[in-house]
């Protein structure tokens, strides 16, 4: 090698010792382990690459304007639907549906905004509400005041309340535990225990949705009626409101007119425009 | 071999280019996977943000907001946050898959040594980027990446193991929430997510900027998985390989700088960095050499005409890598075809014509560096 060089370096200005750089036998052992073809060979193999990294690209590209112009699902092209819907069977799978989400101390809570108005815009006469409990046949099971529901006990829980536009809130929120509710009827033999859904509405059935079984029977998950130690105002939810800290604020439902159990898998409204109906943490 | 060495004097002397194995077919094919599932990641991850886009920077009074209301227009990202979310999470694991599955090639494969950082890198990082900002005309030589590009490609990697990380943990805060934890609170890794994104689009930014500038055959070669070189008789390809090993590209180099032309040493010089081939090696010579012979010239001509074409720099055969506008008074110089080759030769060669003060200069300034005095071995 330095005899191959040396005639070059007669034309060198600068001929110097050598000082081997220690990485040096590494390169060469790399660049010896890289094998090498003729020109020949390598037109050959470009044509083929380059052939193929073309129909590649667009087979990439085609295959996603497929995706996207699919006939959708409540909105979302139905492949993006079946991917949300298969994201949600591995975490039922591999994931629990009592992990706790974290609490804060009631120091840490801030004031909330309000986001959304759909099925509470207008104000009602708080003391003429009242809950409707409903079967899975469809019938009504009995009508609850604000004062039965408190008497299922009440605790004031600080978590993070999460939006899913992206923004958090650190709130306290005072209520029962939707599971004592159900409960009740589950002993009392007015619904089956194994029921698959729980299905929520404002009273004047603007806003409603859907929730797994096991996302009521989550201990953290609320009926509530305080937020931030104070009672609830008309537009975050007063009388009563859905609070929990494993779903996004979209399925915590304000102004609860009427609790449904059900099998059917019930109808949500951000899910019918786009959203994935589990939303789930 | 020394009878064959090349110059503009001697073309018939001109010998077989070969093409060097540069990148696997693995990594061409997760390389160019990425590269779409990146783009749809960012482009739905910005209909995601645009949601609630609250991120901005406050200097001195003066709120920066990052992406003005055009852009989300431009990218249609208005008002399509359940869309953006639908592919965001769907494509994610496709995004994901491939980011582990490459890192656990380069982990099995040993080849994660090319691209990580060594000991070497944080001295050699600041002469490579003042090389490449042509504030420095040598550069130090390397592997197969360069202190730049190890330290780039390793912080990508980086960044991609942050963004899935932070895209879990805002992805299923309860269920990951020790992960959650871990990244310092939901919010925080919300902004973990996003400051990441912007570094990945800064990364995809400076990267095509510098595939464009090293050339059409470094840029080939993660379509082809092989780079072209311009094997050479093994004299010419022996001394660049041993110039450029011996990091002996500064002294030369900078002497170039003194040159008429104020862009040729900065594009010659270029080629040692560059050619992210790294250093051509003495044993491309060997290879190379057999095919040396005067009757494959033509042969190479024809078969180079693709890349010619855009390299706009192989007419004479004088195929550098970097300098796409050829370089001409390279060729006049008689510098060697090699890639590494014209840069150090010819500047080598231009040195006698140049100031020393030059050549002295360039040896204060490297002088931290121990090889650079050897030139010429």
């Known amino acids: ?281 | 071999m020394i009878a064959s060495t090349p110059t503009v004097a001697d073309p018939p002397s001109k010998p077989a280019r070969v093409a060097r194995g540069k990148h696997s077919l693995t990594t061409r094919w997760m390389h160019w996977l990425n590269f779409p599932l990146l783009a749809i990641m960012l482009w739905t991850g910005l209909r995601i943000y645009n949601a609630n886009a609250v991120h901005a920077i406050d200097v001195f009074g003066f709120r920066f907001e990052f992406f003005p209301d055009g852009f989300f227009e431009f990218f249609e990202a208005n008002r399509r946050l359940a869309k953006g979310i639908g592919y965001h999470l769907t494509f994610g694991w496709l995004f994901a898959i491939n980011g582990v599955a490459y890192g656990v090639y380069l982990a099995v494969s040993g080849r994660w040594r090319e691209l990580a950082p060594d000991r070497y890198t944080p001295r050699e990082l600041p002469k490579v980027v003042a090389h490449d900002l042509h504030l420095r005309s040598d550069a130090p030589a390397h592997g197969k990446y360069n202190a730049a590009q190890r330290l780039a490609y390793t912080a990508v990697i980086v960044m991609g193991a942050l963004m899935l990380l932070s895209g879990f943990a805002i992805y299923k805060p309860v269920q990951l929430r020790p992960l959650v934890v871990i990244l310092g609170g939901y919010e925080f890794a919300r902004l973990i997510h996003f400051t990441v994104s912007l570094a990945l689009v800064a990364f995809f930014g400076l990267h095509i900027l510098q595939v464009a500038r090293a050339g059409w055959r470094n840029f080939a070669s993660m379509i082809t998985g092989y780079e072209l070189k311009p094997a050479t008789a093994g004299a010419r390809v022996g001394t660049a390989a041993a110039v450029t090993e011996e990091t002996v590209a500064a002294p030369a180099a900078s002497t170039a700088a003194v040159a008429e032309e104020p862009d040729g040493p900065e594009e010659a010089g270029r080629a040692t960095s560059d050619d992210e081939g790294g250093t051509e090696r003495p044993d491309a010579a060997d290879v190379a050499d057999p095919d040396g012979g005067p009757a494959a010239t033509e042969e190479v001509a024809d078969g180079l005409a693709d890349g010619e074409v855009l390299d706009g720099s192989a007419e004479d055969g004088v195929g550098t890598d970097a300098p796409v506008d050829g370089e001409p008074d390279i060729d006049e110089s008689g510098a060697g075809p090699d890639v590494d080759g014209p840069a150090v030769d010819s500047d080598t060669s231009d040195s006698d014509e140049t100031s020393d003060s030059d050549t002295s200069d360039s040896d204060e300034t490297s002088d931290s560096d121990e090889t650079d005095e050897e030139a010429g071995r």
Request: net charge negative; proline share 5%.
């Open chain 1, 1 to 281: 090698m330095s005899d191959d060089r040396t005639p070059d370096e007669t034309t060198s200005t600068e001929p110097t010792p050598a000082a081997v750089d220690p990485r040096q036998e590494r390169w060469d052992r790399e660049a010896a382990a890289a094998p090498t073809i003729d020109a020949d060979a390598y037109r050959r193999r470009s044509r083929r690459s380059f052939l193929g990294f073309g129909v590649a690209m667009a087979a990439g590209y085609l295959g996603f304007r497929h995706i996207q112009n699919r006939p959708e699902t409540d909105n979302l092209p139905d492949i993006l639907r079946t991917g949300l819907e298969g994201n949600e069977a591995l975490w039922s799978t591999i994931g629990s549906d009592t992990r706790l989400a974290r609490t804060f101390d009631q120091d840490d809570r801030e004031d909330i905004r309000v986001n959304g108005r759909i099925g509470i815009r207008d104000e009602i006469d708080l003391d003429a509400w009242e809950l409707s409990i409903v079967g899975v046949d469809g019938e009504l099971i009995e009508t609850l005041t604000l004062d039965d529901i408190q008497a299922l006990g009440g605790e004031e829980i600080v978590w993070e309340h999460k939006c899913i536009e992206g923004w958090s809130t650190i709130v306290g929120w005072t209520g029962a535990k939707f599971s004592d509710l159900a409960r009740r009827y589950y002993d009392s033999g007015a619904v089956p225990a194994d029921h698959e859904y729980v299905a929520l509405r404002t009273p004047d059935d603007g806003y409603y949705v859907g929730l797994d079984r096991e996302m009521i029977h989550h201990p953290q998950t609320l009926l509530a009626w305080g937020l931030n130690g104070e009672p609830l105002t008309q537009l975050h939810g007063a009388p009563l409101r859905l609070a929990t800290p494993i779903v996004y604020g979209i399925k915590q439902l304000k102004r609860i007119g009427t609790i449904e159990f059900t099998n059917e898998r019930p109808p949500d409204y951000w899910a019918e425009r786009g959203y994935d109906w589990h939303a789930r943490f």
